[in-house]
């Protein structure tokens, strides 16, 4: 079975661009997260869809960060305009609904 | 809102036990869950506890208190390759999870 796919795997940007990630769920998983990481940090969740309606939103920064999911399967999250504190990894996971959620190996950004 | 706490640091020799302690203050506790995360790497499931007591899995145990608010991850007969960071989480209703800020975990030889 194959895992959460995300991609870019590594991105570089200067503050005030935009950049897009985009994620793959597992086959299946009705329920898609995406969470920022903070170098040091535990992870932090963004937004949780559940098929392609949202679940949770009310840790997203709302002025800068949209994410959605169409058809409910993939997935992009995308930061606009980008600031330095945004520097961090954002993971994307799935799940069944159970009580384990499955991580893809997330996407290293860098704000310049 | 949730809250979490646990060491920020662990370091034990192989074939040592490690116990890593999780207190959390939360409203609608649905159950704690563990995950572990290599330099790098992408987190992954370890366990969880929705009721009282102890779980066991190959070397790994985990244990829920729920009227103290409190668990731990014990990490039996160390090996170099647990040497991870390790995160306590709170689900909450929605499987929406918290996690804490996580206990680095060294194993020496």
């Known amino acids: 079975e194959a895992g959460v796919a995300q991609s870019p795997r590594y991105k570089i940007i200067e503050k005030r661009q935009s950049v897009a990630f985009w994620c793959n769920p597992i086959s299946g998983h009705a329920t898609l997260y995406w969470y920022q990481q903070i170098l040091g940090q535990g992870p932090k969740l963004l937004i949780q869809?559940?098929?392609?309606?949202?679940?949770?939103d009310s840790q997203l920064p709302k002025d800068r960060f949209s994410a959605e999911r169409l058809k409910g399967v993939d997935s992009t999250l995308k930061i606009q305009p980008a600031k330095l504190e945004d520097s961090a990894v954002y993971l994307c996971?799935?799940?069944?609904?159970?009580?384990?959620?499955?991580f893809g190996p997330g996407t290293r950004l860098t704000v310049t | 809102g949730q809250s979490l706490e646990q060491p920020s640091e662990v370091t034990a020799v192989e074939g040592a036990i490690v116990q890593i302690n999780c207190t959390y203050q939360?409203?609608?506790?649905?159950?704690l869950s563990w995950y572990q995360q290599h330099d790098g790497g992408a987190p992954t499931f370890l366990s969880y506890n929705a009721l009282d007591g102890l779980e066991e899995t190959g070397r790994f145990s985990s244990f829920l208190s729920r009227s103290d608010s409190y668990g731990y991850l014990l990490l039996q007969e160390l090996q170099m390759k647990d040497s991870a960071s390790y995160f306590c989480?709170?689900?909450?209703?929605?499987?929406?999870?918290?996690f804490g800020g996580g206990t680095r975990v060294l194993v020496k030889p």
């Open positions: 996971a799935s799940s069944l609904g159970r009580n384990d959620q499955y």
């Open positions: 989480a709170v689900k909450a209703a929605g499987n929406k999870l918290t």
């Open positions: 939360t409203s609608g506790f649905y159950g």
């Open positions: 869809f559940q098929n392609n309606g949202v679940v949770d």
